[in-house]
């Protein structure tokens, strides 16, 4: 559950700018991005366990910039989707360079000995690609939305939400799945 709150900055900038107010919810979610950062790393954290976090702090400070310069930016209406292409963009490119998002996680919560196995890193890659698959979704299904109906806002939320709820279930299961069958195999 932990790991999930370094997702904290990007739903509150979810729910803070559903309206065609972004700004608020740039600084929002950079004060709070900036927060879990400090007091991560303040507490020994490895920059590898907080890859979202660090990733919300640099996305929320471009983002809070990019909105107090152009506030009426023809961006402003698609927030929601920029959350989620930036979100696939940090879990694809972790995936890219063999650094799923969350092997630093996992590692807080596996036995060391196990951090090095292939089935480790396999499950991690797994989770993260899905989601990076939620993530892109998401984005795709944002961009779609927000430009055919922009005042959609329960489907905008419920988009918003299923894109973190699913893979956060997903990452909640597969773990267990997986440490099931090597009892059944072993």
């Known amino acids: 559950m932990r790991g999930l709150l370094g997702f904290l900055p990007w739903i509150v900038y979810a729910f803070i700018a559903t309206g065609d107010e972004w700004r608020w919810g740039a600084i929002a979610g950079l004060v709070i991005a900036a927060a879990l950062v400090t007091v991560d790393r303040r507490s020994g954290k490895a920059w590898d366990e907080i890859v979202i976090e660090t990733s919300a702090a640099v996305f929320f400070a471009c983002l809070t910039v990019f909105s107090l310069v152009v506030p009426d930016s023809p961006l402003t209406p698609y927030g929601p989707a920029l959350v989620n292409v930036w979100l696939a963009g940090t879990a694809w490119g972790s995936l890219a ?61 419920a988009i918003k939400a299923l894109s973190f709820a699913l893979p956060a279930v997903f990452t909640a299961w597969y773990p267990k799945r997986v440490r099931r069958s090597l009892v059944n195999e072993g």
């Open 97 to 157: 360079i063999r650094k799923p998002f969350t092997l630093g996680i996992a590692r807080t919560m596996a036995p060391k000995e196990v951090w090095e196995t292939p089935r480790f890193y396999r499950v991690n890659a797994v989770i993260t690609t899905v989601w990076a698959a939620a993530f892109t979704v998401a984005a795709v299904s944002l961009t779609l939305v927000l430009s055919v109906a922009p005042h959609a806002t329960t489907l905008v939320i």
